[in-house]
């Protein structure tokens, strides 16, 4: 029987709006530069299009598409309306079909450097759009911002010091919305109740960082914050964080908020109902003592929740104790260190300041990303990922310093003589062998 012959078959698509499909491309290339949420939405409305087999004649006919709303197909109208106005106006009538339009266009870069000047409006008018049809969330401007730089703008107030004499403020004691909202309704009852025992002068506000700390306020609304800040773990709430990797993620937030003194409040660890943690006590236990060694917080165990509150008030006391004939000085975050204190004055920042400092931001950048990285590393505490991180910032800093080094010995000793925490030891051989190892062999065994 004779081979059949065969022949392969190239299929191509026939690009039935390539005039729509080319504005949707511009649009989008001009989002993602942006980083505006309507890249997506476009995206969607391109990739519906191009299944699309038939030729649509106008932005408004768009709207039968997945991905189109009605913002979308007036930009696409309005994007039309200027073609045919400006350049095929002496050519064809504006009956003419869509399709003919598009095909006089294709390969054409007459007007590449016009729509680039027009494309940055488009993107701002369909993100504008799309918020208006509630595909994403309202977001800022970008052609505000830019109108605004042609603006007259008032200039911003540099930081100006200012100081809080004693018997001029209150020490003010700010317990996390956290600890006021959830799903325990009678736990939370109980904590403001206990709090309302002591009659403590406190505040509930949304903090960065933390479940409480203290400020001091003076008559005139500033407000300082003391170097003590509190995180307060059930033991269930403990286990679970250092299951999802919240334990390590808030011990580094806590160590970069500028406070001194971190208070890690562990609550009811040794009681009943320890079996329905999902770890082992013991876990628990060699976790708070790590926080007390490597990280330099101060552990205190608690009972229960009218304990846990009881010690709050206690520290409450000694503060105001501590700072009764004290004298507190503004200064910035940055300016901390440089500053020393004494037994009759102390420099603080403001509570502003603080806050927004701590906020988690939505993007961590390379190097917290590496920080987190090596914190998953046995016996690698904060203070010592971030003094390798000083030193290199990125995994790509430290595998180029790989590169230099003359012989493996020296790789896996360079981290070795790296300084951390406040005893200022060394990394150690044996942490910087690890990480050498993990870097660079290509071969796990």
Same mark, same amino acid.
């Given at each position: 029987m004779a081979e059949s012959n065969r022949t392969r078959i190239t299929l191509i698509r026939n690009c039935a709006n390539p005039l729509f499909e080319k504005w949707l491309t511009e649009f989008i290339c001009e989002a993602e530069k942006k980083d505006a949420k309507s890249q997506y939405q476009l995206k969607k409305a *391109?990739?519906?299009?191009? &299944?699309?087999?038939?030729? +649509?004649?106008?932005?408004?006919?768009?709207?039968? *598409?997945?991905?189109?709303? &009605?913002?979308?197909?007036? +930009?696409l109208d309005q994007k039309l309306e200027i073609y045919i106005k400006n350049r095929l106006s002496s050519e064809v009538s504006g009956n003419q079909n869509i399709v003919e339009l598009s095909e006089s266009f294709r390969g054409s870069a007459v007007y590449q450097k016009e729509q680039e000047r027009e494309n940055e409006a488009i993107v701002e008018e369909v993100t504008k759009a799309l918020v208006k049809d509630g595909k994403i969330p309202a977001q800022k401007s970008t052609l505000t911002k830019k109108a605004s730089k042609g603006k007259k703008q008032t200039a911003i107030k540099p930081f100006e010091s200012y100081t809080m004499e004693p018997g001029t403020y209150e020490i003010k004691l700010l317990v996390d919305t956290q600890e006021t909202a959830g799903k325990t309704k009678t736990h939370l009852d109980r904590t403001i109740q206990e709090i309302n025992r002591y009659n403590l002068n406190y505040e509930v506000r949304r903090l960065s960082v933390g479940d409480f700390l203290w400020i001091a306020k003076d008559q005139e609304g500033h407000e300082l914050v003391l170097p003590y800040i509190v995180e307060r773990k059930r033991k269930d709430d403990l286990a679970s964080s250092i299951k999802d990797g919240r334990y390590y993620e808030q011990k580094y937030r806590l160590k970069n908020c500028s406070l001194k003194n971190v208070i890690y409040l562990i609550e009811s660890i040794g009681n009943s109902n320890d079996q329905h943690l999902g770890l082992p006590v013991q876990n628990l236990i060699q976790a708070a003592i790590n926080t007390r060694i490597q990280s330099n917080f101060q552990v205190k165990f608690t009972e229960n929740n009218p304990h846990s509150m009881m010690y709050l008030h206690t520290v409450t006391s000694f503060l105001n104790k501590f700072y009764e004939n004290k004298v507190l000085v503004a200064c910035l975050k940055q300016d901390l260190d440089k500053k020393e204190n004494s037994e009759t004055m102390e420099y603080l920042m403001e509570f502003n300041e603080f806050n927004k400092a701590s906020t988690k931001k939505g993007d961590p950048t390379i190097q917290e990303i590496f920080i987190k990285q090596l914190l998953q590393l046995k016996g690698l505490s904060v203070d010592k990922a971030m003094a390798i991180t000083d030193v290199y910032p990125t995994l790509k800093a430290l595998y180029s310093a790989y590169k230099f080094c003359t012989d493996k010995k020296e790789a896996e000793n360079l981290l070795s003589n790296i300084i951390y925490g406040p005893l200022k030891k060394s990394i150690g051989p044996a942490i910087s062998k690890t990480i050498y190892q993990l870097y660079t062999n290509k071969n796990p065994s």
């Amino acid at each position: 029987m004779a081979e059949s012959n065969r022949t392969r078959i190239t299929l191509i698509r026939n690009c039935a709006n390539p005039l729509f499909e080319k504005w949707l491309t511009e649009f989008i290339c001009e989002a993602e530069k942006k980083d505006a949420k309507s890249q997506y939405q476009l995206k969607k409305a *391109l990739a519906s299009l191009q &299944k699309f087999p038939l030729p +649509l004649n106008t932005g408004r006919d768009c709207i039968i *598409l997945e991905g189109f709303g &009605k913002g979308i197909c007036t +930009l696409l109208d309005q994007k039309l309306e200027i073609y045919i106005k400006n350049r095929l106006s002496s050519e064809v009538s504006g009956n003419q079909n869509i399709v003919e339009l598009s095909e006089s266009f294709r390969g054409s870069a007459v007007y590449q450097k016009e729509q680039e000047r027009e494309n940055e409006a488009i993107v701002e008018e369909v993100t504008k759009a799309l918020v208006k049809d509630g595909k994403i969330p309202a977001q800022k401007s970008t052609l505000t911002k830019k109108a605004s730089k042609g603006k007259k703008q008032t200039a911003i107030k540099p930081f100006e010091s200012y100081t809080m004499e004693p018997g001029t403020y209150e020490i003010k004691l700010l317990v996390d919305t956290q600890e006021t909202a959830g799903k325990t309704k009678t736990h939370l009852d109980r904590t403001i109740q206990e709090i309302n025992r002591y009659n403590l002068n406190y505040e509930v506000r949304r903090l960065s960082v933390g479940d409480f700390l203290w400020i001091a306020k003076d008559q005139e609304g500033h407000e300082l914050v003391l170097p003590y800040i509190v995180e307060r773990k059930r033991k269930d709430d403990l286990a679970s964080s250092i299951k999802d990797g919240r334990y390590y993620e808030q011990k580094y937030r806590l160590k970069n908020c500028s406070l001194k003194n971190v208070i890690y409040l562990i609550e009811s660890i040794g009681n009943s109902n320890d079996q329905h943690l999902g770890l082992p006590v013991q876990n628990l236990i060699q976790a708070a003592i790590n926080t007390r060694i490597q990280s330099n917080f101060q552990v205190k165990f608690t009972e229960n929740n009218p304990h846990s509150m009881m010690y709050l008030h206690t520290v409450t006391s000694f503060l105001n104790k501590f700072y009764e004939n004290k004298v507190l000085v503004a200064c910035l975050k940055q300016d901390l260190d440089k500053k020393e204190n004494s037994e009759t004055m102390e420099y603080l920042m403001e509570f502003n300041e603080f806050n927004k400092a701590s906020t988690k931001k939505g993007d961590p950048t390379i190097q917290e990303i590496f920080i987190k990285q090596l914190l998953q590393l046995k016996g690698l505490s904060v203070d010592k990922a971030m003094a390798i991180t000083d030193v290199y910032p990125t995994l790509k800093a430290l595998y180029s310093a790989y590169k230099f080094c003359t012989d493996k010995k020296e790789a896996e000793n360079l981290l070795s003589n790296i300084i951390y925490g406040p005893l200022k030891k060394s990394i150690g051989p044996a942490i910087s062998k690890t990480i050498y190892q993990l870097y660079t062999n290509k071969n796990p065994s």
